[in-house]
């Protein structure tokens, strides 16, 4: 039933997101009704993994149905939702279609890769190439941080500086302009090698170090700061972390080595 709740907040997904019209207001609406719905579904599919683990009760029957939903709900209904998110960006439509079927496809690549790769390990904790899920996420994440600067926008928020409308206006059209591009990137991360942690394994089977209870509690109070936008920025950083991890090793050595660690002589 988990899964199948899965397949239903896709379609669900993909319902609102074909109501969108003219109508600007109503469309953010149902856009961000959309995403949330991409991850209610992301909760389905986590409780379902969870869940038949738990109890033992793991089938070749489920782990295909589980893929089949994935593909409605994280291939197919993000795709139609940044399709109907951009459809007033600079670029063509066709150029809009195009990135939409390559993400679909990407994501039934990743999930076919996974279905025959998932025995190779045993623990779960990492994957190969970003989720389907996550990628999802990301897509998900720009209506939902549309509303955040809609709110800032607000025509009723006298005390608002011209300057700071001026930036937030700006905002709003970044997202707009920069999710196809950012789309493409994450299609892309989908059917790469990159190591990718399985989030939900490693919270639950590992014991949390001191580091990373304080970025668990530095994210906790950024998101009561920022709001909406955390999701926006967790999302990203979870799926370019990853590819840009090979740069930030490549410069952190040299910077050690600029300032070796001071040693004392033995007393």
């Not at 996974?114 to 990628?135: K, V, Y």
């Not at 990301?138 to 025509?155: E, G, H, K, Y």
């Not at 190591?195 to 990373?212: E, G, K, T």
Request: charged residues 15%.
């Amino acid at each position: 039933m988990l899964t199948l709740g899965n397949a239903f907040c896709g379609f669900a997904a993909i319902t609102y997101a074909a109501q969108v019209g003219p109508d600007t207001q109503m469309s953010e609406m149902l856009l961000r009704t959309a995403a949330l719905y991409i991850f209610a579904g992301m909760v389905f599919d986590a409780l379902d993994g969870a869940v038949a683990r738990w109890t033992n009760q793991q089938s070749e029957f489920g782990a295909q149905l589980d893929s089949l939903c994935d593909v409605v709900t994280f291939g197919v209904a993000p795709a139609f939702l940044m399709r109907q998110f951009c459809a007033d960006s600079i670029f063509h439509t066709r150029i809009i279609w195009g990135i939409a079927a390559l993400y679909v496809m990407c994501a039934i690549l990743r999930l076919a890769r996974f279905n025959t790769d998932i025995e190779r390990d045993d623990s779960h904790s990492w994957f190969a190439g970003l989720p389907s899920p996550a990628a999802a996420a990301v897509v998900a994440s720009f209506p939902i941080a549309m509303n955040a600067v809609r709110r800032w926008l607000d025509p009723d928020k006298a005390n608002l500086l011209e300057s700071a409308r001026q930036v937030t206006g700006w905002l709003n059209t970044a997202l707009i302009q920069s999710l196809p591009l950012v789309t493409l990137a994450i299609a892309c991360l989908m059917v790469t090698q990159l190591r990718y942690p399985h989030v939900m394994n490693q919270l639950i089977s590992r014991r949390r170090s001191r580091i990373q209870l304080i970025q668990i509690v530095f994210t906790v109070v950024i998101a009561f700061v920022v709001g909406e936008m955390i999701v926006l920025l967790a999302c990203c950083w979870f799926a370019f972390a990853a590819p840009l991890r090979p740069l930030w090793q490549r410069w952190t050595p040299r910077s050690a080595l600029r300032h070796p660690p001071t040693r004392f002589p033995p007393s």
